[in-house]
């Protein structure tokens, strides 16, 4: 399947607030995939997360963090490029990420499963987390069970927006 799109943009002084249309030959994941990232791009349900570098203070996009945990009591937030600290807990930032892709896999970390390379399931009873930037981290064993079933949710189609 062919996941290019094409995207035109037609500026009508008669229309007083953005319109989307989305034209295709058959309803598709893929048409799913764009309306859920247009209803995120213009919702305020998911708000961007404060994280800090030193002394200057950063807006983060929920999507482009990779994943958080704490250690050694300070919370990190990684992203594709950097790390962060943040001055929230792990159970605040919880409650305002999205809980479709956000998920605890430990009670010091939570992941993003859109920046998820693979899941390693080689060794029984744990699984590895493989990101998109090679990094790597673990399943603890008792959060493996629901990590799993939320894995088939998404493969069987259960997620509307996967």
Not at 5 to 18: F, L, M, N, R
Not at 50 to 79: F, M
Not at 102 to 108: E, W
């Amino acid at each position: 399947m062919d996941n290019r799109i094409d995207i035109k943009v037609e500026i009508d002084q008669t229309c007083a607030s953005p319109q989307v249309i989305i034209k295709a030959d058959q309803h598709s994941g893929l048409i799913e995939k764009i309306i859920y990232a247009v209803e995120r791009c213009v919702s305020d349900e998911y708000p961007n997360i404060t994280a800090y570098n030193g002394n200057e203070v950063i807006l983060l996009n929920q999507w482009d963090i990779i994943r958080i945990y704490t250690e050694n009591r300070k919370l990190t937030i990684c992203t594709k490029d950097k790390t962060y600290g943040s001055r929230m807990s792990l159970k605040e930032l919880e409650e305002i990420l999205d809980d479709e892709i956000f998920v605890r896999i430990s009670r010091f970390e939570l992941i993003n499963l859109k920046k998820v390379s693979s899941f390693d399931l080689s060794i029984s009873g744990t699984i590895k987390v493989i990101f998109e930037n090679g990094t790597e981290t673990w399943v603890a064993r008792r959060c493996v069970r629901s990590i799993q079933e939320k894995l088939k949710k998404r493969a069987s189609g259960g997620d509307r927006h996967e």
